[in-house]
C-alpha cells in the first residue's frame, strides 16, 4: 500500500450558524440537535466560493508538507456538488492554483477522502504518478433544503486537503457499496430542458432516511473497523486516534463503546463544524495534525459512511515528524 501523508490543510467558511440560529428557520430547538446529534454550530457560505475554499485548503497542506505546488502532479477533488457541474471541482481549484496538471473529481459522497486514498495509493504504487494532492471540498448548505428540519441541521460547509506522494504508511484500506441503499441519501439531478425527457425529475435537495443511515453507518464503522483490524492482526487497544466521518456523536458513541476504547482516541470536529460529508474527515485530520497529537509511527484507524450507501475504512501509520 504506497502511500504517505505529508502534509493537511483546511479552510472553512467565516459564517458561523448556531443552533439556536437554526431556530429561527425551522421548528427545532439546540437541546434537540445537540442530543440527537452533537452539533452545536456549523460554518456555511455566504461569499466564498467553493473553489477558494479548496484551493486555500490545498495552499495550507503545501505549506504544512514545505512542498512547492510545482511538485504536485496529479490534482484529485472529493465533492458530492461542486461550484459547476463542468468542469470538475478539481480542475478549478487546480486554475486557482495556477497548477497544469490532470486534475479530476472523485464522488463516492461523505467516503470520498477514503476513497481517495486507494485511487492515490494504486497510482502512487505504479510510479503513474509522484505527489498528489487529494481536496475534499463540499457545500452541503446549497443541497440542503433549509426548511426541512430532519437535514438542515445537520450538515456545513468546509475544504480540507492531503499532500500525498509514495510511501509505507498506508496499511490497509477496504471500500463497500450497498447499492440498494441508493435511495436511503439521495438528491436529484435536474432533467435541463430536453423536450424528450419522459418522467418525473426528483427533487435537487438532499433527502435523507435517518434512521436507516444510522444503521448502515453503525454497522460500516463498527464492522468495517473490526474487520480491517482483525485482518491486520491489530487489537483496537493498539489504534491511537480512530477517524470516524463526523456524522453524529452517537454514531461515534455506538462504535467507541463497541470497540471498548476511550474517549480520548476519538477525536471530534462535530461540534463546530457539523457534518461536513466527504471533508469531514480531512478536516478532522487536519485539526489532529495542527493541535500536535499525532506522533510519528502512530496508528491511525479511519471510517467514512454516506449515499451510495458506500463506506470505507484504512488503517494508516502516521509517518510524519512532529
Ligand atoms: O453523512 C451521511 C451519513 N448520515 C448519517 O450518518 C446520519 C444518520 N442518522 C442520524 O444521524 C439520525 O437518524 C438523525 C440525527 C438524522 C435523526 O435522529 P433520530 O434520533 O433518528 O430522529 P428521528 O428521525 O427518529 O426523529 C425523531 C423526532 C421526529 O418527530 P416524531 O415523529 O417523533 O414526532 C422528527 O420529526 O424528531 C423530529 N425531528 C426534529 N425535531 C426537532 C427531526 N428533526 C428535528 C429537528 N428538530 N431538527
Given at each position: 500500500?504506497?502511500?504517505?501523508?505529508?502534509?493537511?490543510?483546511?479552510?472553512?467558511?467565516?459564517?458561523?450558524?448556531?443552533?439556536?440560529?437554526?431556530?429561527?428557520?425551522?421548528?427545532?430547538?439546540?437541546?434537540?440537535?445537540?442530543?440527537?446529534?452533537?452539533?452545536?454550530?456549523?460554518?456555511?457560505?455566504?461569499?466564498?466560493?467553493?473553489?477558494?475554499?479548496?484551493?486555500?485548503?490545498?495552499?495550507?497542506?503545501?505549506?504544512?508538507?514545505?512542498?512547492?505546488?510545482?511538485?504536485?502532479d496529479l490534482v484529485l477533488c472529493t465533492t458530492v456538488r461542486g461550484d459547476a457541474v463542468t468542469p470538475g471541482q478539481a480542475c478549478l481549484i487546480e486554475k486557482?492554483?495556477?497548477?497544469?496538471?490532470?486534475?479530476?473529481?472523485?464522488?463516492?459522497?461523505?467516503?470520498?477522502?477514503?476513497?481517495?486514498?486507494?485511487?492515490?495509493?494504486?497510482?502512487?504504487?505504479?510510479?503513474?504518478?509522484?505527489?498528489?494532492?487529494?481536496?475534499?471540498?463540499?457545500?452541503?448548505?446549497?443541497?440542503?433544503?433549509?426548511?426541512?428540519?430532519?437535514?438542515?441541521?445537520?450538515?456545513?460547509?468546509?475544504?480540507?486537503?492531503?499532500?500525498?506522494?509514495?510511501?509505507?504508511?498506508?496499511?490497509?484500506?477496504?471500500?463497500?457499496?450497498?447499492?440498494?441503499?441508493?435511495?436511503?441519501?439521495y438528491a436529484g439531478a435536474p432533467h435541463g430542458n430536453s423536450p424528450f425527457r419522459l418522467g418525473e425529475e426528483k427533487s435537487p435537495f438532499l433527502y435523507m432516511?435517518?434512521?436507516?443511515?444510522?444503521?448502515?453507518?453503525?454497522?460500516?464503522?463498527?464492522?468495517?473497523?473490526?474487520?480491517?483490524?482483525?485482518?491486520?492482526?491489530?487489537?483496537?487497544?493498539?489504534?491511537?486516534?480512530?477517524?470516524?466521518?463526523?456524522?453524529?456523536?452517537?454514531?461515534?458513541?455506538?462504535?467507541?463503546?463497541?470497540?471498548?476504547?476511550?474517549?480520548?482516541?476519538?477525536?471530534?470536529?462535530?461540534?463546530?463544524?457539523?457534518?461536513?460529508?466527504?471533508?469531514?474527515?480531512?478536516?478532522?485530520?487536519?485539526?489532529?495534525?495542527?493541535?500536535?497529537?499525532?506522533?510519528?509511527?502512530?496508528?491511525?484507524?479511519?471510517?467514512?459512511?454516506?449515499?451510495?450507501?458506500?463506506?470505507?475504512?484504512?488503517?494508516?501509520?502516521?509517518?510524519?515528524?512532529?
Amino acid at each position: 500500500m504506497s502511500l504517505r501523508i505529508l502534509g493537511t490543510g483546511s479552510a472553512l467558511p467565516e459564517k458561523r450558524v448556531t443552533n439556536e440560529d437554526l431556530t429561527r428557520l425551522v421548528d427545532t430547538s439546540d437541546e434537540w440537535i445537540v442530543t440527537r446529534t452533537g452539533i452545536r454550530e456549523r460554518r456555511v457560505q455566504t461569499s466564498e466560493s467553493l473553489t477558494e475554499l479548496g484551493a486555500k485548503a490545498a495552499l495550507a497542506a503545501l505549506e504544512n508538507a514545505g512542498a512547492e505546488k510545482e511538485s504536485v502532479d496529479l490534482v484529485l477533488c472529493t465533492t458530492v456538488r461542486g461550484d459547476a457541474v463542468t468542469p470538475g471541482q478539481a480542475c478549478l481549484i487546480e486554475k486557482q492554483l495556477d497548477l497544469h496538471c490532470p486534475a479530476f473529481d472523485i464522488n463516492a459522497a461523505c467516503a470520498g477522502f477514503v476513497f481517495a486514498l486507494h485511487l492515490c495509493a494504486a497510482y502512487l504504487a505504479t510510479g503513474a504518478f509522484r505527489r498528489i494532492l487529494v481536496i475534499s471540498a463540499e457545500s452541503m448548505s446549497s443541497l440542503c433544503d433549509w426548511t426541512d428540519r430532519s437535514t438542515c441541521v445537520l450538515f456545513g460547509d468546509g475544504a480540507a486537503a492531503a499532500l500525498l506522494e509514495k510511501g509505507d504508511s498506508l496499511v490497509d484500506i477496504q471500500l463497500l457499496c450497498q447499492p440498494d441503499g441508493g435511495e436511503l441519501l439521495y438528491a436529484g439531478a435536474p432533467h435541463g430542458n430536453s423536450p424528450f425527457r419522459l418522467g418525473e425529475e426528483k427533487s435537487p435537495f438532499l433527502y435523507m432516511n435517518g434512521q436507516e443511515v444510522y444503521k448502515f453507518a453503525v454497522h460500516a464503522s463498527v464492522d468495517g473497523l473490526r474487520a480491517l483490524l482483525e485482518k491486520n492482526g491489530v487489537s483496537p487497544d493498539q489504534v491511537d486516534h480512530y477517524l470516524l466521518h463526523q456524522a453524529n456523536y452517537r454514531i461515534l458513541e455506538a462504535a467507541r463503546t463497541r470497540l471498548r476504547q476511550p474517549r480520548e482516541k476519538f477525536p471530534l470536529t462535530l461540534d463546530g463544524c457539523g457534518n461536513t460529508s466527504s471533508s469531514s474527515l480531512p478536516i478532522l485530520l487536519d485539526s489532529l495534525n495542527r493541535s500536535g497529537k499525532l506522533k510519528k509511527g502512530q496508528l491511525l484507524a479511519m471510517s467514512a459512511f454516506g449515499a451510495g450507501l458506500s463506506a470505507g475504512t484504512a488503517l494508516l501509520r502516521w509517518d510524519k515528524e512532529d
